[in-house]
């Protein structure tokens, strides 16, 4: 604990804890708009593989191209040499134990399971013990419980600059952060690293809190996501104020907008795999309509429909409406995220919309 105090001191950070909620973290300076408060490595991660992001990805950088297999365990991918090499520490213990699992059994390993698997082995590696994988007594599985249920309250989806989920990491220092429906900072992923950013000015001695869910929806939907995934109950200024006014409202908006958003959402990916682009943008717009009665504007929801309709608007070539769509994506990015990267990338697409508009509109006058 010592230890880590004497680090966060450095980042202007302090760690103090209290009854009601355990270990919290405050600044002992003033931080900026757009500030990164702490940034942090994972303490082990594993890349996911689900119906999101259904291609096998690098185990140390989550990228799915030019990828080769384990030749020990046939499980585990890398995209080159530097990032096997980088993970080996891990792997080398874990392929033991991945190498005598049989093909059937393979399949049901999670990414959870491998997650919990090498949390252990690092913890046993920083403990200089004998990783012994023979057996499994009482004390092996009291361990092996309390790592798992660590895992389902600390765990970090690790998402792309679109993001689109890549894989799960554990970052100890983050994981200190609370949660608020009402968060001064943002968390965000710059490839494996995970960053800290200030969305206000923060004064000193003020907590860090950052957002563990969709702030948009209403505050029972808040309320049963956090009791669902992290097993607690919101008690922020923002719940408190609103539980009464949500209670009324929010059975009629559950059943009608985000029954009929989700059934949208289903047969707009149906329509997309038929490949019928002009129907499956009619649906897409559906979506986004029921979505912006229900949605906050800037709703990561609400902005992945517009993207998906971008993209199929441009494979229709219908360029203007693509660029209004463009327009409608840049502010989201810009204001919750501060994900420079990705503001850039879509800056840069909205100036090639607006040349092809440009283009297109002197072709028309020549003609």
């Known amino acids: 604990m010592d230890e880590l105090q004497n680090a966060l001191n450095n980042k202007s950070l302090t760690i103090s804890t209290f009854p009601e909620k355990g270990r919290c973290l405050f600044t002992t300076r003033d931080f900026s708009p757009g500030e990164v408060i702490i940034s942090e490595s994972p303490y082990v991660s594993v890349p996911n593989k689900n119906k999101e992001s259904p291609e096998s990805k690098c185990e140390w950088c989550f990228s799915s191209t030019n990828l080769k297999k384990c030749s020990a365990c046939h499980v585990v991918w890398y995209c080159s040499s530097i990032c096997q090499k980088s993970d080996w520490k891990l792997h080398c213990v874990e392929c033991q134990a991945l190498k005598k699992v049989d093909k059937e059994r393979l399949k049901s390993i999670t990414p959870s399971i491998r997650l919990m698997v090498r949390l252990c082995i690092r ?82 001695g003020t907590e860090v809190l950052i957002s563990y869910i969709e702030i948009a929806g209403s505050t029972i939907t808040r309320q049963k996501a956090l009791k669902e995934q992290y097993f607690f109950t919101c008690t922020c200024s923002r719940c408190i104020k609103l539980k009464v006014i949500d209670a009324r409202i929010t059975n009629v908006m559950d059943f009608s907008f985000v029954t009929l958003s989700k059934w949208g959402d289903e047969k707009g990916r149906g329509i997309l795999k038929s490949s019928d682009k002009t129907e499956a943008s009619v649906a897409y717009k559906m979506i986004e309509e029921l979505q912006m009665k229900l949605y906050h504007p800037f709703s990561v929801n609400l902005m992945r429909t517009r993207e998906t309709l971008l993209k199929i608007l441009m494979e229709l070539q219908d360029w203007k409406e693509a660029l209004s769509y463009c327009r409608l994506t840049i502010p989201i990015y810009e204001s919750c995220w501060e994900t420079e990267a990705a503001v850039k990338s879509l800056t840069k697409a909205l100036d090639i919309l607006e040349s092809l508009m440009e283009q297109r509109h002197h072709s028309c006058w020549n003609f």
Do not use: W
Not at 125 to 150: I, P, T, V, W
Not at 160 to 169: A, H
């Open 123 to 204: 913890r046993k590696l920083e403990n200089q013990k004998n990783l012994d994988y023979g057996g499994c007594g009482a004390e092996q599985l009291r361990m092996h419980f309390s790592a798992f249920m660590f895992l389902a309250c600390n765990a970090h989806t690790i998402c792309d600059s679109e993001l689109r989920p890549l894989g799960t990491g554990l970052y100890p220092v983050i994981s200190i952060i609370n949660h608020s429906c009402l968060p001064n900072s943002v968390l965000v992923f710059e490839g494996r690293l995970a960053v800290v950013r200030a969305m206000q000015h923060i004064p000193k």
